[in-house]
């Protein structure tokens, strides 16, 4: 549980940056920028979404 919880919360946090944050600010920074900030964040999401997932009953009741 104590490494379940926060990796889940780490997982959404990335995956508002990616999908709300980044398109907006795409707009707003020079494509330097953009990269120079986020540059790992897609790929983390994806590695840390595809990674497989602890089960049990207590993966159950704790939602991704």
Do not use: D, W
Request: proline share 11%; glycine share 4%; aromatic share 4%.
């Amino acid at each position: 549980n104590e490494l379940v919880v926060p990796e889940r919360a780490y997982v959404q946090q990335l995956h508002t940056l990616v999908h709300h944050y980044l398109p907006a600010l795409r707009e707003v920074l020079e494509p330097a920028e953009t990269k120079t900030v986020f540059a790992n964040c897609a790929i983390l999401l994806g590695v840390n979404e595809g990674a497989p997932r602890p089960q049990g009953p207590l993966s159950a009741r704790i939602p991704l």
